[in-house]
């Protein structure tokens, strides 16, 4: 992960705008934002009603599991053995979750013994098998049964490729109790999922489940999903989605059941921003120094149509960082690869008066960018600085 090795010793500054004046970047910065990732473990400590798990692959940076740790996160949501390491690596006393279904030779045995790592995921009969005999101890497992859960809430679904139908769950679920192993239920509705409504219909999903199988459910994992504040977008206040679950919970009638939940990109998104410097303009097209190799990848995804809030700013004659104002106009964003497709999808709103060597902010950078970042064409972006 190319992790700086003393992160705490990075450089603080009181602004964002400071911190662009005073080291002039001209390689990708990011902007950490330490009360906002304490702001956003809050909200999901503070308003739902059971165990909160962060989603590792959001973003596995040390800086990010550490606020989260401090902030008061417990469990991790790991779904591999490489992504268990590094949470144990820096936090030995967090709780590792390994939540996906189909793992790799080996990796649910070694997540179990040299980990402690008692809860799995399955969607199939022979991720199953292959889960109990590498583990060997079912009393001690919490098996998940990950359904399907695919109900047009949001932006990029996520049950094409993981979860069952309730009938098929069901027999999963009968086979998981048959085994010794405590039978749950786990499904995702997709992510920055905008409806709170989805997480409603997938409980009802979860209760036609339990009917048809029989099998009484020793804990619901309600997956991640949960949306943050993109450029011109407001989601639904996170506590219609907490009223929204409860009530679905509610209606399910068991009180003693354990409840879980899987943000990631909720948790993360607002805690970091990231400074580019336009390396050259040409009429409507600016040429940065990130793109979609780099920060940029989420952007890649046909239905991810949200962008990142942009500031364009500028260092006045005496060196002083101004947020460029005026009316703004569109321009075309290239990343610095030679790669052609190395373009962000939509236009970038922006001051027609920003020129090469200004700077663009992008806010609510901390998900699906750090973690999914590559070395591309010589381009990684890895600077960083703290703010506050
Ligand atoms: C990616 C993922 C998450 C996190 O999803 P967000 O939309 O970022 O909240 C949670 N659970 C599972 C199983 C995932 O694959």
Redesign the pocket.
């Known amino acids: 992960m190319n992790a700086p090795a003393r992160f705490d010793s990075l450089p603080r500054f009181a602004s964002s705008l400071k911190a662009i004046e005073s080291l002039k970047p001209s390689e990708p910065l990011y902007l950490v934002h330490p009360e906002k990732f304490a702001a956003a473990a809050k909200q999901f400590l503070d308003g739902f009603d059971g165990d909160v798990l962060y ?1 590792v ?2 973003n596995p940076h040390p800086i990010a599991l550490r606020h989260l740790w401090d902030a008061g996160i417990r469990h991790f ?1 790991t ?1 591999s053995l490489g992504e268990i390491e590094s949470v144990k690596g820096l936090l030995p006393d967090a709780i590792c979750h390994f ?1 996906a279904p189909v793992r790799l030779a080996g990796q649910a045995k070694c997540a179990f013994e040299l980990h402690g790592v008692t809860d799995f995921v399955v969607d199939s009969e022979s991720e199953l098998d292959k889960l109990l005999a590498e583990t060997g101890d079912p009393k001690k497992l919490r098996v998940f049964v990950r359904l399907v859960a695919s109900l047009g809430g949001a932006l990029l679904e ?1 049950s094409s490729k993981y979860g069952c139908r309730p009938e098929e769950a069901s027999k999963l679920l009968k086979r998981v109790a048959q085994a010794g192993a405590l039978p749950c239920l786990t499904f ?1 509705v997709g ?2 999922c905008l409806s709170p409504f989805s997480y409603a219909q997938a409980i009802e999903i979860a209760q036609r489940t339990i009917t048809l199988s029989g099998v009484e459910i020793a804990a619901l994992d309600i ?4 949306p943050t504040a993109y450029a011109g977008q407001e989601p639904p206040p996170y506590h219609w989605y907490f009223d929204m679950i409860k009530e679905a919970l509610a209606n399910l009638g068991k009180h003693d059941l354990k409840v879980m939940c ?5 948790l993360v998104a607002q805690g970091i921003s990231l400074v580019t410097q336009v390396v050259m303009r040409r009429g409507d097209r600016l040429y940065l120094n990130d793109g979609i190799y780099g920060s940029f990848d989420e952007q890649r995804f046909a239905g991810f149509d949200e962008d990142y809030p942009p500031s364009g700013i500028t260092l006045d004659a005496k060196g002083k960082a101004k947020i460029l104002t005026g009316e703004k106009r569109p321009f075309r964003a290239y990343g610095p690869t030679c790669d052609s497709a190395d373009v962000l999808p939509r236009p970038v709103m922006l001051p027609d008066s920003i020129a090469t060597g200004d700077f663009v902010l992008f806010d609510a950078m901390g ?1 699906y960018t750090v973690s999914s970042r590559s070395a591309f064409n010589g381009y990684y972006p890895d600077g960083w600085a703290i703010i506050g």
Do not use: I, L, V
């Open positions: 989603a692959k959001a949501d779904a939540m996520m995702h992510s920055q997956g991640g999903g949960f899987e943000p990631g990109r909720a998900a």
